[in-house]
């Protein structure tokens, strides 16, 4: 293997900038989270959807006081709107729930609709209206069928905006870079049939919760599968050789990542492990690894 391999999925969220508030199309307006970061880029993206004086909101950020005037600018200019009719969310990571509170101190009991996640949903569980696969969501100008994308998370939906054959993408799918697989509620299987689903909706345009809109979707998520495709591939291969450490994995597969980075790579690198002992390819004493041989003829 080479000590400098190749990639599919080129570019990182480290430096990339994007406007506070932007106008995506006629019903989706963005407004950045205010929460920049190497894994979340310029911040996330929340969405105001549809096209009327009352629209949804869809995700909302970490819940920091920045970025309150901001969604509050977005509504009014793009807009004219002083109210939110729900919130919608992909999942409960904290940079997409966290700001549920503080929306809700500013317009009111706005109802929350997300896919539960016992545990996970930073207390807002009684808030909580439970939707899932195939719900569909209604607003002037917009609407949306969730679409459950487990692999990232475990209640994660993406939204399909019927009007624009969009994708909003959460976390499985973002504007640069490819998608960590958690440690906890994260499955590279479920992940990858997540992908799956999603390409064979056939989307014109990707809306994620991190860098810009991707608007040669099925070109995007056919590289997200081969990435993590010829990432198996490389891991595989490592094996193959004797190299069964996770840390020295990493070391090799992303030799052109900064260091700093090689921690969330290394949590990539165990859930294709993990999916490689589940098919008995792969087997592991304590924190080594190795693969499983099948002699001829068995």
Partial sequence: MSEAPSRVVQGNMIGL?????????????????????????????????????????????????????????????????????????????????????????????????????????????????????????????ATLRAI???????????????????????????????TVIPEHGGDLADYMDSLRRLLALEPAVIYPAHGPAIRDAGRKIREYLAHRELREAQIVALLREGLGDVARMVERMYADVPPFLHAAAATSVRSHLRKLEREGRATRDGANWAPVTVAPGT
Avoid at 155 to 178: K, M, N, P, Q
């Fill in 17 to 141: 900038a994007m406007p506070d508030v932007d106008v995506w199309s006629e019903r989706v307006v963005t407004v950045l989270g205010q929460n920049p970061g190497p894994f979340t880029g310029p911040g996330t993206n929340t969405y105001v959807v549809g096209t009327s004086q009352r629209p949804i909101l869809l995700d909302t950020g970490q819940g920091l006081p920045q970025y309150l005037p901001l969604l509050v600018r977005g509504l009014e200019e793009h807009r004219g709107a002083a109210e939110i009719d729900r919130i919608v969310l992909t999942h409960a990571h904290g940079d997409h729930l966290g700001g549920c509170n503080q929306v809700r101190e500013r317009f009111g009991a706005v109802p929350i609709l997300k896919r539960p996640w016992p545990g996970m949903d930073a207390g807002l569980d009684e808030l909580v209206t439970a939707i899932d696969h195939d719900a569909v969501i209604e607003t002037e100008g």
């Fill in 148 to 178: 459950f994308t487990p692999g990232h998370a475990e209640d994660h939906l993406c939204y399909w905006l019927e009007e624009e054959r969009a994708i909003f993408s959460g976390d499985v799918v973002l504007g640069a870079g490819t």
